[in-house]
């Protein structure tokens, strides 16, 4: 190439990319990885919490499972099509309701158990039955 050779410059209004806002929006940020956003954010502190995650599911009671998730700490849908899914959160206040959302989308092999927000080995067989004991009896 010979020193007078033109230099190539790219045309100012061109952009290959979308234009995109400049900061995530809160969507974005709450579907984070929990270990990105401690490592973008640093640690948010908040109560131990179990998360159920499942798709919409062809069972009976599948409506009251939903209304009872919707009073749950938090509950977000995400995903279209196959992988739509409900992410639902419970502080241990809420184990009954836990336990009332889980007993009709527990049995699905679709649904998964987190705990804090990350799976777990016995998620299931472990955790679950330890916070059902946070489950106040009647007393008589």
């Known amino acids: 190439m010979s020193p007078e050779a033109p230099k190539f410059r790219p045309l100012e209004r061109f952009w290959p990319y979308a ?7 809160d969507e974005e940020l709450a579907s984070l990885d929990p270990d990105l956003h ?8 908040h109560p131990f919490s179990i998360t159920l995650v499942f798709p919409p599911l ?23 099509g196959a992988s739509h899914r409900y992410r639902v959160r419970f502080w241990p206040a809420d184990a009954e309701r836990l336990r009332q959302v889980f007993e009709i989308v527990g049995p ?13 080995p016995y998620a299931r067989q472990l955790w679950l ?6 489950i106040q009896r009647p007393t008589r």
């Open 19 to 25: 234009d995109l806002p400049e900061q995530p929006t």
């Open 38 to 45: 401690d490592a973008l954010f640093g640690p948010t502190p």
């Open 58 to 80: 062809d069972v009976p009671d599948f409506r009251r499972a939903l209304d009872l998730s919707r009073g749950a700490a938090e509950c977000r849908e995400t995903g279209t």
């Open 108 to 120: 699905a092999a679709a649904t998964d158990v987190l705990i804090d927000d990350r799976p777990v």
């Open 129 to 134: 039955p330890l916070v059902w004991f946070f």
